[in-house]
C-alpha cells in the first residue's frame, strides 16, 4: 500500500512538472492558475457526485442513466426553494426532487422488471418537460425580478472557506495569512505553479463542496466496510445467492436507486447554488452522463470515480475559462501520449506503442500548426476527453456482474 | 443417533404442464448419508426446493425433529436448520471467500463488518470439517473443488444441521469427489445430516447409509445402501423402461468425413485448452467423446465450428475449412446440437418457426437471395414437429414454453432436416425424458445408417458404449485414450478419465 | 395460428397501450390539477383544435418526421443495441445534406434523390463511430453516442458559423445557401383540395410524408422478411446463439449502427426540402429523443411507431392552444413521458402474463415434461 501511494505521488508531481513545462513554454498561464483550479473544482463536484449516484445504483445492479433526468429536477428544485427559503433549504429540496425522479425509476426496474436503460431514457425525456411546465407556472406571470420561464431568480450564496493560514481560510471572523497565495504569486517555475494549484483546490471553498467532498470517504466506508454495504454490492454481483441466504434483494436494490437519486439531486443542486447562483434550463449539460462515464473510468469505486470527475472537471474548466489554455493543454496531451507510448514499447506491447505515438504526433501536429481552436472544438473538450479516456479504459474494467440483469425474486439465474 | 432428522410425507408438487412430485416420502436420520436416487426429470430437484423453501409444495408434510414445518422462504428453511449445497453454485465471484460465507448473517462491532470475528469462526470450522480454504481469496481465483467448499462453509456457518447436496459431483474431478466424500463422512460424525442427490449409482453405494429412489416423481422404495447392488437400483430407478440398443447392423463407410489434425486451442494460463488433438470421423461413424466435464470437450466443437480461435488443420469433406468463418462452416453442411441448448442453440422468445431458421437462415429452404421464407420455413416447422414429435401447440408457440425434452427434439429434427454431412452433438440427451431419449438415439442411428458423420460427446458412459463405434477420451484437453466400445468396460473408461496414460 | 388471433390475444395486445393511455391522462389531470386547472376542459380544448384541418395537417407533418428517428433507433433496439447518438445523426446528416445540395441544380427528381444520399451516408458514418469504439474498443454505444450527440451539436455548429453559412442581407438568422428550386419537393395541398379540403394557412403536408412511409416498409421489410433482418433479431434475441448460428456479433454490430444512422440521417429531410429549403441555426433539436420514445412506445413495430409518431405529434401540435387558456404548452411532455413510462410498465406486465398464459395452454394440451 505504502509504494502504491508512493507511486501515485510520484506520477502527481511528474504531472504538474509537465503542466508548469508547458505553461512555461506556451505562456498561457490559466493552465495553472488558481482560477482555474478553484472552478475545476466547482466542475468536478457535480460529475463527482452524479457518478457517485450511478456507483450506488449500479453497485445495486441496476443501471441508472437517468441521472441527467435527476439532477435537472435537483437544478428546478434548487432554484425554486433556494430563492423563497434560502440556499440550504435549496439544496435540501434538490435532494429531495431528485429522489423523487428515482422512485420511478425504481418502481419501474425494479417491480415491473422494465429494462433499466429504457427506463433511465424515458426519465431523462420526462425530466426537462415537467420542470419546463413548473417553471412556466411558477415564474411566466411572476413579477420576480430574473425569473423566467428558463430561470429561477438568483439564489444567495452559501459561504465558503479555506484552509487557515495556507490558503487565507478564516477562523472565527479573523483573516489568515494566504501563505500559498502569495508563493504562487512569485513566477518561480514548478513552486509558484504548485501552490497555486493548491490555493486553488483549498482556498474560497463553499461548505456544501466541502460537506459533498467529505461523502466519498463516506460511501466507501459504507459500501465496503457495512453489512448494509456487502449486502447492496451483492444485490449486483449474486443476487440469487444474496436472495438465497435471506438477503431482502428488492428492498436493497430499492435504497441503491433512491441513494443514487438523491446524489444526482444534490449535484444539481450544487450546479444551481454552488457552481451558479440561480436555475438555469439545460445548466445540467449532459453532466450525469458525464458522471457515468467517470465511474466506468473509476471501474465502480469511489477513488476511481473521483480522479475521473478530477479530469472532466479540469477539461471543463479549461474551456469555460480560456481557449488558448486548452490549445496548450494539447502539448500536455501529446506529451502525455509519449510517456504513455515509452511504458507501453517497455512492456513488450510494441503495436499499441507505436499507435499510441503516432496519436501522440498527430496531437502534437495539432498544436503546432493550429494556433487557435475554434470555440465549438473548444467546447467539446469534456465529450471528447470522456471519449478517449473511455476508449483506453474500458476493456480493463470489472463492472458488477449483474449490473443492468433485471432481477425476479424466484425466477432462474 | 437414529432419530428422525427430517420426514417428508406424501409430498405433491405441481407446475403448470408438469407434475413434478406426485407422492414422494423421505426420511433422513442424524449422523447419516442418505441418497436420493432418480433419473433427470424424477423429482429430486423439486422436492429438495420444496424442503429447502424455494418451492410450496401443493400437498404433504414436512417435519424437522419431529415437528411439523412449513417454510415459505429458504431463510425460514435456514433457521429451522436446513441448508443447500447448489448443484449451480450461487456465489459472488468478486467476493472474497469471507464475505460469501458471511452475507445475511454478518457479525458486526459498532455499525462495521467484524472481519476479525468471521475468518477466526470460518478457519475454526474449516479445521473441524476438514474444508481447506483461504478465506481471503477472492472466489473467481477458486476451482470448483475450492467453491463447493464454500458452498458448504455457508450452510454449516448459519448453523445447519440438515444439510441437501444437489448433484455435488457433476462438476468434480475424481480427486474432488474423493475430497468431497471425506467431508460427508466428517459432517456425519458430526452428528449432521446429509441429503446427497445424485443419479450416478456407484458413488451413492460408496457415501450413502441409505438410499431413497424416486420414479415420475413418486418415492418407489427406500433400501440400506449395504443390501443392493447398483444394478438393483438402475432397475428400480427406470422400471421396465430402460432403453437399450440394438446392436448395429451396417458398417462404417470408408470415406472421412472430417479429419483434425494438431488440433491446440490456447488458454488464459500456461495450460492450453485443447492440446493437440487429431482424429478422424467416416461417413456413418460415430465417434464417441468421452471424459469429465470442463476437460476440452467444448473446446473442441467450438474449434470445429469455428467458434474458438485454433491452431491445425480441419478438413471437411475433402477441404481445409480451417480459415472459414462459422457461417461458412454451417452452411457447408454441419449440424450442431449445442451443449447449453437454451444459451446457444435456441431463441428462448421467439416462436418455434423463427427457431427453425436459426443456424440455417443463409441456405434454401429458410432463405432465397437473402429474402426469408416464411410460408415455408413455417410448414416446415410443422413437419419437424410432426415428424420428431414435439409437443407444442404449433409453431407459433415460443421456445420456452416447450419442456426441455422437446425443445431438445425441435433442435435435433431441425439440425437433421438439412441432413448434414456431418452432426456435431454434445449431450444430446441430457435433461430429457426417458421417451425423448429413446426418440433422439433412433433418429441418430438412423441418420448414421444413412451415411452421416457424428461426433457425440456426451457425460452419460452407457450411451456412448450404446452409441459410437469408437470412444476416446479427453483429460486436461488432450485424447488420453482410444477405446473399441465393444471390447472395453466401464471401468476401463473411467481410469483413462481420471488418470493420464504414459 | 388460430391462438394468434384469439379474442384473449387481441385484448391483451390492446391491454397495454390503453392502461397506458389512462394512466398517462390521469397524471396529466393529477399535474393541472395541482396547478388549478380543470383536465376535462383541458382535455377539450386540446381535442378541439387538434381535430382541426390544420392541426391535423402539422400532426401528419411532424409524425413524418419522428417517424423515421423512431424508426432508426428501433433498428438497434432489435439488435439488442441502443443508439441514443439518433439526434445527431439527424444533425450532421441534414447539414451536410443542405450544404452539399446547394451546391449545385440537378433535374428535380435526381436532385432530391442525391441529397437523400448525401443526407443518410453522413447519418451512417457519424453511426459508424459508436459502432467501431464499441467492436474495437469496447465502449457501450449508449455513454458514446450520448458524447457524440454533444460533440456533433458543437461541431454543426462551428461548421455552419464558418464554413457553410451564407449570410442573408438584412436578417440575422445563421443559415446554410438556399437550396435551388429543383431540390424542393412540394407539398400536398393540391392533393386535398381534390378531395374538398380547403387551403389551410400553414401549407399543406410534405410530400416527403411518402418516404416515411415508405422507410416504415422497408423496416419492417428488412426487419422481418431479409436474413439479414433474422441475424439483427437474432443478435438482440441471444448474442451467444447468434454467433453460434453462424451471425458474426461484430460485423453486426456495425452494419446496424450505420443502418440506423443512414435512416437518422434522414429524419429531417420531409421538413429541408419540403419546407425550410435551407439548414437554419434554427434547427428543431430534440427529434431524435423524441425517436426513442417513439420506438419504445411503438414496440419496434413499423405499424406501432406510425400510431405512436402520430400521438406524439397530436399531442404537441394540440397542446398549443393551452397557451391561449393560460396553461404551460410543455403539459404535453409530461403526458407523452407518463403514457410512455406507463407504457412499457404495461407491456412488461402483459408479457409476464403471456407467459404464464402459454404455459397454462400447454398444460391444456395435455403436454407434460
Known amino acids: 500500500m505504502k509504494s502504491r501511494s508512493m507511486r501515485w505521488s510520484a506520477y502527481g508531481i511528474l504531472g504538474v512538472l509537465v503542466f508548469s513545462l508547458v505553461r512555461a513554454i506556451t505562456g498561457s498561464s490559466d493552465l495553472t492558475s488558481v482560477g482555474t483550479f478553484n472552478a475545476a473544482l466547482l466542475l468536478a463536484i457535480p460529475i463527482a457526485l452524479a457518478g457517485l449516484g450511478g456507483l450506488f445504483s449500479e453497485r445495486a445492479g441496476v443501471v441508472n442513466i437517468g441521472l441527467e433526468g435527476m439532477m435537472v429536477m435537483g437544478t428546478w428544485a434548487a432554484g425554486f426553494w433556494g430563492y423563497q427559503r434560502g440556499p440550504w433549504m435549496g439544496i435540501v429540496m434538490a435532494v429531495i426532487f431528485g429522489t423523487i425522479a428515482a422512485a420511478v425509476h425504481a418502481v419501474a426496474t425494479i417491480s415491473f422488471g422494465v429494462d433499466h436503460v429504457v427506463s433511465g431514457v424515458a426519465i431523462n425525456l420526462i425530466a426537462p418537460g415537467i420542470v419546463r411546465y413548473l417553471s412556466v407556472i411558477v415564474y411566466q406571470d411572476s413579477n420576480i425580478p430574473g425569473a423566467g420561464p428558463t430561470q429561477s431568480p438568483s439564489v444567495q450564496s452559501i459561504g465558503s472557506n479555506g484552509l487557515p493560514f495556507l490558503s487565507g481560510g478564516h477562523v472565527l471572523g479573523w483573516q489568515s495569512p494566504d501563505l500559498l497565495g502569495s508563493i504562487g504569486a512569485k513566477g518561480w517555475f514548478f513552486i509558484s505553479d504548485i501552490s497555486r494549484i493548491l490555493r486553488g483546490l483549498t482556498g474560497d471553498v463553499s461548505y456544501v463542496t466541502m460537506l459533498c467532498l467529505l461523502l466519498f470517504p463516506l460511501s466507501w466506508y459504507l459500501l465496503w466496510r457495512t453489512k448494509f454495504g456487502l449486502r447492496l454490492r451483492s444485490a449486483g454481483e449474486a443476487p440469487v445467492a444474496a436472495e438465497s441466504l435471506g438477503v431482502n434483494v428488492y428492498r436493497v436494490k430499492y435504497i441503491g436507486v433512491l441513494i443514487s437519486g438523491a446524489l444526482a439531486g444534490l449535484a444539481g443542486g450544487f450546479l444551481a447554488i454552488v457552481a451558479s447562483s440561480n436555475y438555469q434550463e439545460g445548466q445540467t449539460g449532459g453532466r450525469g452522463f458525464i458522471g457515468l462515464a467517470a465511474m466506468l473510468f473509476g471501474n465502480w469505486r469511489p477513488g476511481g470515480l473521483l480522479m475521473g470527475s478530477a479530469l472532466f472537471g479540469f477539461s471543463d474548466a479549461l474551456q469555460l475559462r480560456a481557449s488558448d489554455a486548452v490549445h496548450s493543454a494539447l502539448l500536455v496531451i501529446a506529451i502525455g501520449f509519449a510517456v504513455y507510448a515509452v511504458a507501453q514499447w517497455r512492456q513488450g506491447r510494441r503495436v499499441g506503442g507505436a499507435v499510441t505515438l503516432a496519436l501522440g504526433l498527430g496531437v502534437f501536429a495539432l498544436f503546432t500548426y493550429v494556433k487557435e481552436l475554434p470555440g465549438p472544438f473548444v467546447t467539446m473538450t469534456p465529450y471528447v476527453t470522456t471519449l478517449v479516456v473511455l476508449s483506453l479504459a474500458t476493456q480493463r474494467l470489472r463492472m458488477p456482474a449483474k449490473d443492468g440483469v433485471p432481477y425476479r425474486k424466484g425466477g432462474d439465474s | ?502 | 395460428m388460430s391462438r394468434r388471433f384469439s379474442p384473449q390475444s387481441i385484448a391483451l395486445t390492446l391491454a397495454a397501450p390503453l392502461v397506458a393511455a389512462v394512466f398517462g391522462l390521469g397524471i396529466s389531470s393529477i399535474a393541472l390539477m395541482i396547478t388549478h386547472n380543470s383536465p376535462l376542459e383541458t382535455f377539450r380544448a386540446m381535442w378541439d383544435y387538434g381535430t382541426q384541418v390544420g392541426s391535423l395537417i402539422e400532426m401528419v407533418n411532424l409524425g413524418a418526421v419522428y417517424y423515421i428517428a423512431a424508426l432508426a433507433v428501433a433498428l438497434t433496439f432489435k439488435a439488442g443495441l441502443f443508439n441514443i447518438g439518433v439526434e445527431s445523426q439527424i444533425r450532421l446528416g441534414a447539414l451536410f445534406a443542405a450544404w452539399i445540395g446547394a451546391m449545385f441544380t440537378l433535374p428535380p427528381v435526381l436532385h432530391v434523390f442525391v441529397i437523400l444520399v448525401v443526407a443518410s451516408l453522413v447519418g451512417a458514418m457519424w453511426a459508424f463511430l459508436p459502432a467501431l469504439l464499441k467492436v474495437k474498443r469496447g465502449v457501450s454505444e449508449v455513454i458514446s453516442t450520448i458524447m457524440l450527440n454533444s460533440i456533433g451539436s458543437a461541431l454543426s455548429a462551428y461548421l455552419l458559423a464558418d464554413h457553410f453559412q451564407q449570410l442573408v442581407a438584412g436578417s440575422n438568422n445563421v443559415t446554410t445557401k438556399p437550396l435551388p428550386q429543383s431540390a424542393w419537393v412540394p407539398d400536398l395541398m393540391s392533393w386535398l383540395n381534390r378531395v374538398g379540403i380547403k387551403d389551410v394557412p400553414g401549407g399543406g403536408p410534405y410530400g416527403l410524408v411518402f418516404l416515411a412511409v415508405a422507410l416504415g416498409f422497408l423496416y419492417s421489410f428488412i426487419v422481418n422478411r431479409t436474413r439479414f433482418g433474422f441475424d439483427l433479431r437474432a443478435s438482440g434475441a441471444s448474442p451467444t446463439a447468434a454467433s453460434v448460428s453462424g451471425v458474426n456479433p461484430k460485423r453486426m454490430i456495425i452494419l446496424a449502427m450505420m443502418l440506423s444512422g443512414a435512416f437518422a440521417g434522414l429524419a429531417m429531410m420531409p421538413v429541408m426540402l419540403g419546407e425550410s429549403h435551407a439548414y437554419t441555426l434554427g434547427f428543431r433539436g430534440g427529434v431524435g429523443f423524441t425517436g426513442i420514445a417513439i420506438a419504445l412506445l411503438g414496440r419496434n413495430n413499423a405499424v406501432g411507431i406510425a400510431f405512436s409518431s402520430l400521438l406524439f405529434g397530436f399531442l404537441e401540435v394540440s397542446a398549443r392552444i393551452l397557451e391561449l387558456n393560460g396553461i404551460a404548452t410543455e403539459i404535453y411532455i409530461i403526458m407523452q413521458g407518463a403514457i410512455l413510462l406507463s407504457a412499457v410498465a404495461a407491456y412488461e406486465v402483459v408479457r409476464r402474463y403471456r407467459e404464464t398464459l402459454n404455459a397454462r395452454a400447454l398444460a391444456r394440451a395435455g403436454v407434460t415434461a
Open chain 2, 1 to 502: 443417533m437414529n432419530e428422525l432428522a427430517v420426514e417428508l410425507r406424501h409430498i405433491v408438487k405441481k407446475f403448470p404442464g408438469v407434475v413434478a412430485n406426485k407422492d414422494v416420502s423421505l426420511k433422513a436420520r442424524r449422523g447419516e448419508v442418505h441418497a436420493l436416487v432418480g433419473e433427470n426429470g424424477a423429482g429430486k430437484s423439486t422436492v429438495m426446493k420444496v424442503l429447502y423453501g424455494m418451492q410450496r409444495p401443493d400437498a404433504g408434510e414436512i417435519l424437522v425433529d419431529g415437528q411439523q414445518v412449513r417454510f415459505r422462504t429458504p431463510a425460514e428453511a435456514i433457521a429451522a436448520g436446513i441448508g443447500m449445497v447448489h448443484q449451480h453454485f450461487m456465489l459472488a465471484d468478486n467476493f472474497t471467500v469471507l464475505e460469501n460465507v458471511i452475507l445475511g448473517s454478518e457479525p458486526t462491532k459498532h455499525g462495521r463488518i467484524d472481519t476479525a470475528a468471521a475468518r477466526a469462526r470460518i478457519l475454526e470450522m474449516a479445521a473441524a470439517y476438514g474444508l481447506d480454504i483461504d478465506p481471503d481469496a477472492m472466489v473467481e481465483n477458486l476451482g470448483v473443488g475450492e467453491r463447493q467448499r464454500v458452498e458448504i462453509l455457508k450452510v454449516l456457518y448459519r448453523g445447519a444441521k440438515i444439510l441437501i447436496f444437489d448433484e455435488p459431483t457433476a462438476v468434480l474431478v475424481p480427486q474432488e469427489v474423493d475430497e468431497l466424500f471425506a467431508a460427508l463422512q466428517g459432517l456425519r460424525a458430526e452428528g449432521l445430516s446429509v441429503i446427497f442427490i445424485s443419479h450416478k449409482l456407484d458413488e451413492v453405494l460408496r457415501v450413502a447409509d441409505n438410499v431413497t429412489v424416486l420414479r415420475h416423481g413418486q418415492t418407489v422404495a427406500e433400501v440400506a445402501a449395504d443390501s443392493v447392488t447398483a444394478q438393483d437400483l438402475a432397475e428400480l430407478m427406470v422400471g421396465a423402461e430402460l432403453p437399450t440398443a440394438p446392436p448395429r447392423s451396417t458398417v462404417p463407410h470408408e470415406r472421412v468425413v472430417l479429419s483434425l489434425q494438431g488440433i491446440t486451442v490456447g488458454g488464459q494460463g500456461t495450460r492450453d485448452l485443447l492440446h493437440d488433438v487429431s482424429f478422424e470421423i467416416r461417413a456413418g461413424e460415430v465417434v464417441g467423446i468421452a471424459g469429465v466435464e470442463g476437460n476440452g470437450q467444448h473446446e473442441l466443437i467450438d474449434a470445429i465450428i469455428g467458434l474458438a480461435p485454433c491452431q491445425g488443420t480441419i478438413v471437411y469433406n475433402g477441404t481445409d475449412i480451417s480459415r472459414f468463418s462459422v457461417a461458412r462452416r454451417r452452411d457447408s453442411g454441419m449440424g450442431l446440437i449445442p451443449e447449453d441448448r437454451q444459451r446457444e442453440a435456441l431463441l428462448m422468445g421467439s416462436a418455434l418457426w423463427e427457431n427453425r431458421m436459426l443456424g440455417h437462415q443463409r441456405s434454401a429452404p429458410v432463405a432465397r437471395h437473402g429474402v426469408l421464407q416464411l410460408k415455408a420455413v413455417k410448414a416446415d416447422a410443422a413437419v419437424i414437429m410432426r415428424e420428431y414429435d414435439v409437443r407444442a401447440p404449433g409453431p407459433e408457440t415460443p421456445a420456452h414454453a416447450l419442456s426441455g425434452g422437446n425443445q431438445q427434439k425441435f433442435i435435433v429434427g431441425r439440425e437433421m432436416s438439412r441432413q448434414p454431412s456431418l452432426l456435431l452433438a454434445s449431450h444430446p440427451t441430457r435433461g430429457v425424458d426417458v421417451g425423448a431419449q429413446a426418440a433422439i438415439w433412433e433418429e441418430l442411428r438412423k441418420a448414421r445408417d444413412a451415411g452421416m458423420a457424428i461426433l457425440l460427446i456426451s457425460a452419460d458412459l452407457e450411451e456412448l458404449m450404446a452409441m459410437s463405434d469408437v470412444i476416446k477420451v479427453m483429460l486436461r484437453g488432450r485424447i488420453s485414450g482410444t477405446f473399441d466400445p465393444q471390447r472395453t468396460t466401464l471401468e476401463q473408461l473411467g481410469v483413462a478419465m481420471t488418470v493420464a496414460s504414459a
